[in-house]
């Protein structure tokens, strides 16, 4: 079974930034697409970013279109969220995820594998 490890949340200024990251097993890295959801206290968990299978695409929420970034580190088996400019409402718990295959890429419901998640708290 596949172990996704996340760190790197934290407590950040609005207007501040934070690069969460995840580690990503080696025999799934290569071909697979890796998200990040987040969920905020009583809401679903949501879409936040993906990079697509082995051709590498990304995609992202509209709301965090311009300010966060996602890449992949193929040496390291690593996926690095580079947020900034952060808001009071990007604060939630963060997840890593990862499936064979890009066809909903965006519903957490299509996600195999996931870590433990990582808290990301923006003070006004």
């Known amino acids: 079974q596949a172990q996704l490890a996340e760190s790197g949340g934290g407590l950040a200024q609005a207007g501040g930034s934070l690069r969460p990251s995840c580690r990503i097993p080696?025999?799934?890295?290569?071909?697979?697409?890796v998200a990040w959801f987040r969920q905020a206290p009583g809401k679903e968990r949501e879409f936040v970013a993906a990079v697509l299978g082995s051709g590498g695409g990304t995609n992202y929420e509209d709301s965090v279109k311009g300010r966060f970034t996602i890449s992949r580190d193929n040496t390291k088996n690593m996926v690095y969220l580079q947020m900034n400019n952060l808001k009071p409402e990007d604060t939630a718990v963060y997840y890593c995820?990862?499936?064979?295959?890009?066809?909903?890429?965006?519903?957490?419901?299509?996600?195999?594998?996931w870590g433990q998640g990582t808290q990301v708290t923006v003070s006004s």
């Open positions: 995820a990862t499936r064979l295959g890009t066809v909903g890429f965006r519903d957490y419901r299509q996600y195999t594998y």
């Open positions: 080696e025999r799934t890295f290569s071909t697979y697409t």
